[in-house]
């Protein structure tokens, strides 16, 4: 069974925020989207966004929520991986990884993203993503994998919860 994360209303509002501030960045350093599909940009970075929060959630780690130049960086930093999420709105959506040169993460993440529930599809290392057929887009050069060829997010190790310190501990 694929995970799923239910967004809060605080965390759907902090998407939505630092999707506008690195929108504005990036648009500013004249970097490009590499968005599959006719959704506005905002659309796709909002999507993004919320993915990366909810697998942050999910594997128990603090979401980077720096606001930078983010063309080729990683999401997230997880048992000493960098981790790339990536989102779609597309329930039968594939992973699309960059095929530019540059940093590349250790493991792709995708996510099926609705408006609060964020589906985890599953998860692809870096190496075995870089042996697709890199394929032009409308907006770049991509590596589009089916989900059906992604691993599953329980295949990937995850500590365990109970290790994990929460705002309660302490209090009786």
């Known amino acids: 069974m694929r995970p799923v ?4 209303i605080g965390e759907l509002s902090v998407a939505h925020q630092l999707a506008v501030l690195r929108q504005a960045i990036n648009r500013e350093a004249g970097k490009v989207n590499l968005k599959a599909g006719p959704q506005d940009v905002m659309t796709t970075e909002v999507v993004g ?5 909810a697998f942050c959630r999910w594997a128990n780690v603090y979401p980077d929520l720096s606001v930078h130049l983010r063309a080729g960086s990683f999401d997230a930093r997880w048992l000493g991986w960098n981790v790339d999420v990536k989102g779609t709105r597309n329930p039968d959506g594939p992973l699309y990884v ?3 040169q540059g940093k590349t993460p250790d493991v792709y993440v995708l996510a099926h993203v609705e408006e609060l529930a964020v589906t985890l599809l599953g998860w692809l290392d870096q190496r075995t993503a870089m ?4 394929t032009e887009t409308k907006t770049g050069v991509a590596r589009i994998i ?8 329980d295949l990937l190790p995850k500590p365990r919860k109970e ?3 929460t705002a309660l501990d302490g209090v009786a």
């Open 5 to 8: 994360v239910e967004l809060t």
């Open 146 to 153: 089916a989900q059906r060829d992604l691993r599953p997010m």
């Open 131 to 134: 042996l697709a057929t890199p």
């Open 49 to 53: 966004v919320k993915a990366e929060l």
């Open 163 to 165: 290790s994990v310190p």
């Open 98 to 100: 960059d095929a530019r």
